[in-house]
């Protein structure tokens, strides 16, 4: 059991990733009163990019691009899909932060060894964004960390099954909101979307990427939303007993990264940084003052 | 004759004889430094898991002189002398164009055998004999290359002596007060101490060891020693004589004060000294990760990460948990590992480029030195803590310690430390490595031999104690009980906590797998055609030579915003000072003209001010 | 159009997979290019057919010249060409490409696109509208299934002439040959 579920939870996010990819698409289409491409077009294009003969800039563009999805891969062991988490006994909360690292940083090598200043101004960008979240929401991730005393994600799903969801209990509130707030930089969907940006810097780290490097970094991007989802869903509302539940939650958190997706134009990196550092970071580092205030 | 002091005659002996071998020849020289820096690390070796203590000198005003070993100073002499060895192999190609070779290596030994010196001292007073040889050989290796290399020693060894003269009144403060300056005996004689004298003692070896680690208002001699001292050395200096102020520190904390026993006790001053002294380190970590973001300079911003890595130990240690103390102790270890292999790959380009450290002159590397960034790869792995490099656990450690501690500010600062070494690393890397390969640099060659061995060495060890952390573990465990806090739960691949466990093989596992699996995955796809960097994505035109780079103002969206609030304010505050300490002096020396009648003036001048004042006032 | 029938999806996929995965390099310096924003936005949506158009060569399977092409965007037509990863497809838009169109005595224009790059299929019209790329896209496909777009083929049996023609007419160039040259020395 506990092997089929190795081998199946990866293979599950990634299906999802690719599912909610297509779905974007198509429901991106609706909105702008298009017909769209069917929902299972991302496969279609991987299909399609793996038959490709691209061009390699090197053992660390390969390597790098590898290392990255790979990275992705294993955080999906770690993340509670329902209940399905297989290796969540082998570390928590601080595990997968350091776990998302692996993602930016091997496209960050790999896109880097293209050796295009395209590429280079996107991982800047990215790098930037990243530092842009991250302070809010290591302040959000620590506040409920410190409020359920625990660092294990499947703790804090289950702690939530008890008291509620966090992002309605009362000393998480503001934490919920300032997560909110940041959720739709940490999709990079379209006001944060400056990392891959195709009309300013041509695609930005993928500038390089043809053919198969395209597909893995296709599936990379689908992962990547998977798991930002995913963790909202398991940190601020409450994660789910079972699968079906868990994916229509996520189904839910989705749709609303992608009207925001669909309506905003596109800021600049640093209006996304001043952006994320004022009201997101403010309401987060209250949430965690409020949460050390209230708890102990 | 104990293994001690065979050891710290081997030491001390080599100083001389490297320096008389170098007359006579230099390959005599070499060999004969690379055999004694060995026989160093077989010496200390061999003494594993050993405790003891000997007096080798009695005469010293009737105060006698010991070496003491146990788990904390056996695990720093084997990193100092490990690093060394690599250092020693790693000048031999770098050093050897240059003049005054045996100086360096004799000083070179001269450094290792103080720190050797200081971690067996077994009292305070051949503490502060080996610290002030430390400081002073480290003086003269930094103003090596001569030029703005002198002034930042001289800023080094002022810094310095502030320090030493601060430890020297702790010391004699310690020996009016209870007569000995035994380490093992004055740990049991203070628990008698009232609270503010343990305060003081903390506060005056506090600020000595302050000074050496670089903590947050006492870091300004770091980045300008580090950036002018020559590159091997700049590893040492980094990697273990930066770290003898955690060492200092681990000290007077835990054995001489014995802080375990006062941790938990409401009214002790040691915890608020503590508490202080972790705000200080988390300072340490943000400031200077950020201020590291804006460099251009590629040893300057391996300094400042220099100084925010060492805000880890001392949040750490200071925090004064078993779990947190291991982790400080264990970040100690992975950074000396890991900033030696950064300093050395940086030295390795040096070395094939003419000496160009400038990041942005720089790039497309890789292809022609791999080894290098391969060791540059995975010691910014190290540094920022990526899963499965050795600072990721230390790391871990101090997180978990933090958070269950319910400190989630602290927390906060290291977290956002993270971060931002991510930015400033990956700058590194990239304006380096990757990019667009200078024409100037189209036939570099590989970095010699005796480059690659010591970064293979360090590379793999980096990913060894990621994998398997418990070998470290075990010893580190040792010293936290010898402090006498509780035994850490730990195994050979992992630490178990009441809140959350760490399992680094399994990470292992899963990784591996999930790099195969993709690799396979990658390779069903249609084959790929090996290009060069020309055949590059530049809008339908021809790439235009060494001009189609990002690496200047690599961030400069975040440089506007955030560099006006990254002045170092402290730099300016002491040189400030300097400055008017200069000018005062210069007034004094227009009274000091050096002529003989002046002098019988002002004698003259005082008496008969002396003799007025006593007829007027008669006050004597 | 045949995407919906699993059986063929089954026996040959990657041949599918070209067809209705069409991503886009779009050469935006002749009149064609303001026929492109109305095919694929809203009001005729190529996205329907997996057209979506992409920022770099690298990334696409399909080359659409639209309009004349002129001396100095030759050059960048044929080192865009080259960087596209195989197979790839090119669609050349308006009369221009084909024979000169109304710069048909220009000094600075080319005559004929496909004596310098393989040219799959050719969209008479000045301009065409967009049904009409509709119908062009529809021909590919057809030429797909029959094995008949073998442009890049063709560039790689044939790189010699294709080498030299480009050479004759911009001088020198500036990148290495994509493929070894046979011919004479």
Redesign the interface.
């Known amino acids: 059991m506990h092997i089929i579920e190795l081998i199946f939870s990866?293979l599950l996010a990634l299906l999802i990733g690719v599912f909610f990819l297509g779905l974007a698409r198509k429901v991106m289409a609706r909105i702008q009163w298009r017909y769209g491409p069917p929902v299972t077009q991302p496969l279609i294009d991987i299909i399609r990019?793996?038959?490709?003969?691209?061009?390699?800039?090197?053992?660390?563009f390969?390597i790098g691009?590898?290392?990255s999805?790979?990275?992705s891969?294993?955080i999906t062991?770690f993340l509670p899909f329902g209940k399905i988490a297989p290796?969540s006994?082998?570390?928590?909360m601080?595990?997968i932060?350091?776990?998302m690292?692996?993602g930016p940083?091997g496209m960050?090598?790999s896109s880097?060894?293209?050796?295009?200043?395209?590429a280079?101004?996107g991982?800047?960008r990215k790098?930037?964004l990243?530092?842009g979240y991250?302070?809010p929401f290591?302040?959000v991730v620590?506040?409920l960390?410190?409020a359920y005393?625990?660092?294990?994600i499947t703790e804090i799903v289950s702690l939530q099954r008890d008291t509620g969801w966090s992002m309605f209990t009362f000393p998480l509130v503001l934490s919920g909101i300032a997560y909110l707030l940041i959720l739709p930089a940490m999709l990079g969907v379209r006001p944060f979307e400056v990392v891959n940006a195709p009309q300013e810097i041509?695609s930005g780290p993928l500038?390089?990427y043809g053919?198969?490097?395209l597909?893995?970094a296709t599936l990379q991007h689908a992962l990547a939303f998977f798991i930002g989802i995913s963790l909202f869903v398991n940190l601020m509302w409450g994660g789910a007993a079972n699968p079906v539940i868990f994916f229509l939650k996520m189904l839910v958190v989705f749709f609303l990264g992608i009207f925001v997706n669909a309506v905003f134009p596109r800021l600049?990196?640093?209006q996304a940084?001043?952006y994320l550092w004022r009201w997101p970071s403010l309401i987060a580092f209250a949430g965690?003052i409020l949460?050390?205030v209230t708890g102990? | 004759m104990t293994g001690m002091e065979i050891l710290l005659l081997v030491a001390f002996g080599g100083v001389m004889l490297t320096y008389i071998l170098g007359r006579i020849s230099s390959s005599l020289r070499n060999t004969f430094a690379v055999v004694l820096s060995l026989v160093l690390v077989v010496i200390i070796a061999l003494m594993y898991d050993k405790t003891g203590e000997t007096i080798f000198y009695r005469g010293f005003f009737g105060i006698p002189m010991s070496f003491r070993i146990d788990a904390l100073s056996w695990l720093f002499a084997m990193a100092t002398s490990v690093l060394g060895c690599l250092s020693v192999i790693f000048s031999l190609s770098y050093m050897s164009d240059r003049k005054n070779i045996s100086f360096y290596y004799s000083m070179l030994f001269l450094v290792n055998a103080g720190m050797l010196g200081v971690v067996f001292s077994g009292d305070l007073l051949s503490f502060f004999i080996f610290w002030e040889i430390m400081s002073w050989s480290t003086f003269l290796l930094i103003s090596f290359n001569r030029g703005p290399a002198v002034a930042a020693g001289l800023k080094y060894i002022i810094m310095s002596i502030i320090g030493s003269m601060a430890m020297l009144a702790g010391t004699i403060s310690l020996y009016t007060n209870y007569g000995t300056l035994n380490i093992a005996d004055l740990s049991h004689l203070t628990v008698s101490a009232s609270p503010g004298y343990q305060l003081f003692l903390l506060i005056i070896f506090g600020v000595a060891f302050g000074i050496k680690n670089a903590v947050m208002p006492l870091h300004t001699w770091l980045p300008d020693a580090y950036t002018e001292a020559p590159s091997p050395f700049s590893a040492v200096l980094s990697g273990m004589l930066t770290r003898m102020g955690i060492y200092g520190f681990l000290l007077i904390i835990y054995v001489v004060v014995g802080a375990a026993r006062f941790l938990h006790a409401a009214d002790s001053t040691v915890s608020s000294f503590n508490y202080v002294l972790a705000w200080l380190g988390a300072i340490t970590i943000v400031i200077p990760t950020f201020i590291a973001m804006l460099q251009n300079d590629a040893k300057r911003l391996l300094a400042w990460h220099g100084i925010g890595q060492g805000g880890y130990m001392i949040l750490g240690i200071a925090f004064g948990t078993n779990m947190g103390v291991a982790g400080g102790i264990f970040h100690t270890l992975n950074h000396a590992i890991y900033i030696v292999l950064l300093f050395m790959s940086v030295a390795a380009i040096q070395y094939r480029t003419g000496g160009v450290r400038d990041l942005n002159s720089l790039g497309?590397l890789?292809?022609k030195m791999?080894v290098a960034?391969i060791g540059a790869?995975l010691g910014i792995?190290g540094l920022?803590?990526?899963?499965l490099t050795n600072g990721?656990v230390s790391k871990?450690m101090i997180?978990?310690t933090l958070?269950?501690g319910?400190a989630?500010?602290l927390?906060?600062a290291a977290?956002?430390g993270s971060?931002?070494t991510?930015?400033s690393v990956?700058k590194f890397?990239?304006n380096i490595?990757?990019?667009?390969?200078p024409e100037k640099y189209r036939d570099i060659k590989q970095s010699p031999f005796n480059m690659k061995l010591p970064i293979i060495v360090l590379s793999s060890t980096i990913l060894l104690f990621g994998i398997l952390p418990g070998l470290p573990l075990r010893v580190i465990n040792k010293i936290v009980v010898s402090f006498g806090f509780d035994s850490l739960n730990i195994s050979l691949w992992?630490i178990v906590s009441e809140?959350?466990?760490?399992?680094t093989i399994?990470?292992f596992a899963?990784?591996l797998a999930?790099?195969i699996?993709?690799?396979l995955?990658?390779r069903?796809?249609?084959?790929?055609?090996?290009?060069k960097?020309?055949?590059?994505?530049a809008?339908?035109?021809?790439v235009p030579r060494d001009r189609?780079?990002?690496?200047a103002k690599?961030?400069d969206?975040?440089f506007?915003?955030i560099s006006p609030y990254l002045k170092d304010i402290f730099n300016t505050f002491y040189m400030k000072i300097a400055d008017l300490t200069g000018y005062l002096s210069n007034g004094i020396r227009k009274i000091y003209t050096g002529y003989v009648g002046n002098y019988v003036m002002y004698i003259v001048l005082f008496i008969s001010l002396m003799i007025f004042v006593q007829m007027k006032w008669s006050p004597w | 159009m045949d995407r919906n029938q699993l059986k063929k999806w089954f026996q040959n996929p990657v041949k599918m997979a070209h067809k209705y995965s069409l991503h886009v390099v779009y050469f935006c310096t002749g009149c064609g290019i303001i026929e492109i924003p109305p095919s694929i936005t809203a009001r005729w949506d190529a996205e329907r057919f997996g057209i979506i158009p992409v920022a770099?060569?690298?990334q696409a399977s399909l080359f659409i010249i639209a309009g004349y092409v002129s001396l100095k965007?030759l050059?960048?037509?044929i080192?865009?060409y080259e960087?596209m990863p195989e197979p790839k497809f090119t669609v050349s838009l308006g009369s221009c490409p084909i024979n000169g169109g109304m710069y048909y005595d220009s000094y600075n224009t080319i005559k004929h696109l496909e004596k310098y790059i393989p040219v799959d299929g050719m969209i008479a019209g000045c301009m065409p509208r967009p049904e009409a790329i509709f119908v062009g896209v529809t021909h590919l496909w057809t030429l797909i299934d029959k094995d008949m777009a073998d442009g890049y083929k063709r560039y790689r049996s044939n790189y010699s002439a294709y080498r030299a023609n480009q050479e004759k007419i911009l001088g020198k160039l500036?990148?290495p040959p994509l493929f070894p040259i046979h011919g004479e020395e």
């Open positions: 990866p990019l793996l038959s490709q003969k691209s061009a390699s800039h090197g053992v660390a390969n691009l590898v290392m999805l790979a990275g891969l294993v062991l290796m006994n082998s570390g928590g601080l595990v932060l350091y776990l690292l692996i940083l960050a090598i880097g060894e293209s050796a295009n200043p395209n280079s101004i991982i800047s790098l930037l990243a530092m991250e302070l290591l302040l620590l506040a960390m410190t005393n625990t660092t294990s041509s500038v390089e053919g198969p490097y597909a893995l600049r990196i640093d940084i001043r965690l949460v050390c102990s | 497309g890789i292809k791999p960034f790869l792995c920022i803590g990526v899963p990721f871990w997180y978990k958070i269950s319910r989630p500010f927390a906060f977290l956002i971060w931002g991510i930015l990956y890397l990239h490595f990757l990019g667009q390969l992992g809140s959350g466990m760490l399992n399994n990470l899963a990784i999930g790099l699996a993709v690799w995955f990658f069903i796809g249609a084959r790929t055609i090996p290009v960097q020309d055949d590059n994505y809008a339908g035109a021809a189609y780079s990002y690496t690599y961030y969206p975040l506007r915003m | 770099t060569p690298r965007t050059r960048s037509i080192r865009t960087q500036e990148w």
